[in-house]
């Protein structure tokens, strides 16, 4: 059984930064690439940042040159550093596995779970 659990959410001051991270279990995690989404209260869930099996990365532009995505194979984790933080990134945000062959966008190899929330106060 797949399992994606992340962690590392919480409150934190505009300008501040927090890590977050993604431990997974159920997959041959080095095969994966790895994404992490977001979603703030009222608006759609979008892609911050992925990362290949090889460690290429992709951001969104509203968080490029903030947040750093990687991952240690050694570790089955994944890793959102987050830098910067501004009131506009409040939301909760998810990991997900991508499917082999799959793209940023998915199919992803398991349903999206509760996510970490992460709060940026003005």
């Known amino acids: 059984q797949v399992q994606l659990v992340e962690s590392g959410g919480g409150l934190v001051q505009a300008g501040g930064s927090l890590r977050l991270s993604c431990a997974a279990s159920g997959i041959i995690f080095s095969m994966y690439g790895m994404v992490w989404y977001r979603q703030a209260p009222g608006k759609q869930r979008e892609l911050v940042a992925g990362?290949?099996?090889?460690?290429?990365?992709n951001y969104a532009d509203s968080v490029k040159g903030r947040f750093t995505i990687s991952r240690d194979n050694a570790k089955n984790t994944a890793y959102l550093q987050m830098s910067n933080l501004k009131p506009e990134d409040t939301a909760v945000y998810y990991c997900?596995?991508?499917?082999?062959?799959?793209?940023?966008?998915?199919?992803?190899?398991?349903?999206w779970g509760q996510g970490t929330q992460v709060t940026v106060s003005s």
């Open positions: 990362i290949t099996m090889s460690g290429s990365t």
């Open positions: 997900n596995a991508v499917v082999l062959g799959g793209t940023w966008t998915g199919p992803m190899v398991r349903s």
